[in-house]
């Protein structure tokens, strides 16, 4: 959903939700990529708890060279050149996961931001260029995300350690 306001002949575009949950929500496009796609042991799932939040959990397993989990949604590609943040409602555990983005579904790599969450409901916000591009673990010299295009977005947690982890979320949105 997207909000225009014109002011003077100048049209101000508000935002785009990318993702709104609730208890009719269908996550069936949403996916959980765990490491054991590379031989680890971390196991998540996702799914719509009790109060229409898209609920990750799951453990973080260093065994085998494992050490992340992720759930990803991909949709179709849209423009983003209106738009220069994303803001995530949300209620963590205290963890520091990352969010991805990718531009195209082609693309191999993402963009990531990291941030820590607090225990309690917050608003993350995330300006598009400070989203650096990274693969597997790696940082790229690449530019940072130039937000033309959006197709996919992630969560993931790896840091290093084992742990286990719940993040609750309530809406994803962009905005400028």
């Known amino acids: 959903m997207q909000f225009i306001l ?31 796609v590379m031989g680890g042991r971390s196991q998540s799932q996702f799914s719509i708890n009790e109060a229409g939040h898209g609920f990750f959990l799951g453990t973080v397993s260093l065994a085998n060279n494992g050490g992340f989990a992720s759930v990803r949604y991909r949709f179709q590609t849209i423009d983003a050149t209106p738009y220069s943040k994303v803001s995530i409602r949300l209620r963590g555990d205290g963890n520091t996961y990352q969010f991805r983005v990718k531009a195209t579904t082609e693309q191999r790599y993402s963009h990531i931001a990291n941030f820590t969450t607090s225990g309690e409901w917050q608003t993350v916000t995330i300006d598009f260029s400070d989203m650096y591009p990274a693969f597997r673990g790696r940082l790229l010299e690449l530019p940072n995300y130039s937000g033309s295009t959006l197709s996919e977005i992630a969560f993931l947690i790896g840091n290093k350690k084992e742990e286990s982890f719940a993040l609750e979320i309530d809406n994803i949105m962009i905005y400028n």
């Open 6 to 36: 014109q002011i003077s002949g100048i049209f101000l575009v508000m935002n785009m939700i990318i993702f709104d949950f609730n208890t009719d929500t269908a996550i069936d496009d949403w996916r959980v990529v765990n490491d054991g």
